[in-house]
């Protein structure tokens, strides 16, 4: 009872939530695509821009401290949300893509040879293996991949084969942006030590879903993106344990991310600063922040976690009910995401009549086509929730299943 009338009201803090679309109140259940914005996040960007919006880190005057200092604030309460050691483990980049490009050409760069592995895993989605697919061509790195099970965890059989005295890298999400599958993030990391390679987690799904604590989680690299997680878009972060992102060269050069510079000698700042050239997405950052402070202080985040689970299991339940439809979000740990299919149904159509409905869910490949090709599709529909989904919204998917299957019997 309590539950249901937390999520109602935490539903009004999302204005956009509000609207109707095509006569009916919009149903919005394609979260892990983009999540909608609190009015917190709309209200403190909107502020800095009205109030006393100036570049950072620059000027002596009021404005530019004030931006100043809530821009620092920011990266200080993702790093107390993630559980980071120190605020210098943050570093701000335009997205989750961004942020493992950095590695990539940063780390990837310096400590990698021709010859060495990275691991990937078959869920990966592609900002996930384009960028290691260039060190391949460009410096002859190996990649190896895990493969899915037909249920859509990971084949950790093959995966505890796969790594070996040669993998300096393990790159893996902790969600599956597409079937929702959760991946075994201790094992993995475990195991990467005992051949000491090092850990990216693509936590772009993970975080919104799970707690992430990337100090307990004693990986080297964590990404996520700020539009995934109640916070605007143009803004994403890297984290990086202290000591190795010290280690690795900067991968933009310009403004912020020098000491010193002449035409004979350039030195660069310590992390994060070193990542950060030119001008930084200010108002993204600070809105990221205020999102931070959204699901700490609005919302009860644990709470939330089990809502969450509650929903998909309700939607499992009602759509694998109904006959002709399949579902490929079968691994046994997963969340927040229901992929399926309707017998002889693109999913574009079916999107195409769910958005007559004011349903709004995802039809394609959800940048994961090497998974599709493991499963042998080309596509699935994606009904993802979010903090604010509620059982109506199932509700509305069922009722939008059921029409699809009317209208092309
Ligand atoms: C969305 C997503 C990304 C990429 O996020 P961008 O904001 O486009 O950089 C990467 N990995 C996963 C698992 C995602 O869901």
Known sequence: MMGAKKVSLIRDDFPALAQKVNGRRVTYLDSAASAQKPQAVIDMMNQVMTEHYANVHRGVY?????TSA???????????????????EIIFTRNATEAINLVAASWGRKFLKAGDEIILTELEHHANIVPWWFLKEQMGVVIKVVPILK??????????????????????TQMSNALGTLTPVGHI?????????????????????????VTALDCDFYVFTGHKLYGPSGIGVLYGREELLNEMPPYQGGGEMIEKVSFDEITFKEAPY????????????IGLGAAVDYLLGRLDYPYFIKHELALLNEAEKRISAIPGVKIW??????????????????????ATVFDQMGVCVRAGHHCAQPLMKALGITATVRASFGC?????DIARLEEGVQKVKKLFK
Do not use: C, W
């Open 62 to 66: 009021l404005f530019s401290a004030k």
């Open 70 to 88: 809530a821009f620092e604030d920011a990266r200080t309460k993702i790093a107390k949300f993630i559980e980071a050691r120190s605020a210098k």
């Open 151 to 172: 249920n859509g965890a990971l084949d950790m059989e093959a995966f505890d084969r796969l790594v070996t005295g040669k993998t300096k890298l393990i790159a893996f």
């Open 189 to 213: 990391i475990k195991k990467a030590k005992s051949v000491g390679a090092k850990t990216l987690i693509d936590g772009s799904q993970g975080i919104v879903h799970l707690y992430a604590n």
């Open 274 to 285: 070193r990542f950060e050239a030119g001008t930084p997405a200010i108002v993204e950052a």
């Open 329 to 350: 979000s079968q691994a046994p740990e997963r969340a927040a995401i229901l992929s399926f299919t309707i017998d002889n149904v693109h999913p574009h159509d079916v």
């Open 388 to 392: 604010y989904s509620t059982l109506d």
